[in-house]
């Protein structure tokens, strides 16, 4: 078996340390989100965002337990007041963020767990200067929302047939787990649950969806539902390919008849 293991440096900053000195206290596991451990390995992650899914089947096979391995990846949003995310995700979450259709299918051929947890930390501060740390606990599954929300439905087929080929099961249910922490008085977390996957995407469009165009999206989750629960996904890709190709320009629809 291969022994390769990716760069495990920490990050600069003692980010459990920090987190700590937010919270006002050492981590309860009775009440608080815990981080798994993790390594940083940039290299994967550009190779996803470009779905280059050959680097990605290569650093499976040098390590059959990078494709679970969870990943540091910190992103700036604003440097004055101090704002960032903070990623700590395996493999499967980056792609399915990324639409990297490519690196979803060789993940979940090798094995990638669709319910494994992904952590994101949501860094900023208010007039106090205190900083303040909210940490979200979801399933990978529950990135799907974004993915229906910003691609055409014949992507999130594709994407979704990659899952049935595994039998990855939606309907088991989903917990996500919300934290925030500020002194002087953090937050305990609070856990929301849905009956299945499919909720819990449903609820999360609905949360992120504009007025106007959530009847739209709805419908759009209940064509995949019901194509992934009877194995149609790929008449219904077919079916809504075809039916996109027939559509006439829009400036043809705006001309008017001769």
Known sequence: MATYVPNSRKPLENLQQEMDYSRGRP???????????YVIENAIIRSIAHDNFPYVTDYIRKCPTNITRYIYHEVYTSQKP????????????????ENALGCI????????????????????????GEPTIEIIEKPNIACLADMILGKEIEFSSLVLKQMKMV??????????????????????????????????????????????????????????????????????YVKMKETRHKKPPMQQLEEPPP
């Open 167 to 236: 039998n990855v099961d939606f309907g088991l249910p989903v917990e996500i787990r919300v934290q925030r922490l500020q002194q002087p008085t953090p937050n305990s977390t609070k856990t929301i649950q849905y009956s299945d996957a499919w909720e819990c995407i449903e609820k999360a469009i609905e949360k992120s969806c504009q007025r106007e165009e959530l009847a739209n999206f709805k419908a759009i989750l209940k064509k995949l539902h019901s194509a992934y629960n009877t194995d149609k996904l790929e008449s219904l």
């Open 82 to 97: 101090m704002q960032k995310t903070i990623t700590i995700c395996p493999p499967l979450y980056h792609a399915i963020r």
């Open 27 to 37: 981590l309860n596991p009775n009440l608080d989100i815990g981080l798994p451990t």
């Open 105 to 128: 299918r060789v993940l979940m051929q090798h094995g990638a767990m669709a319910f494994q947890p992904s952590y994101a930390l949501h860094w900023g501060g208010f007039q106090d």
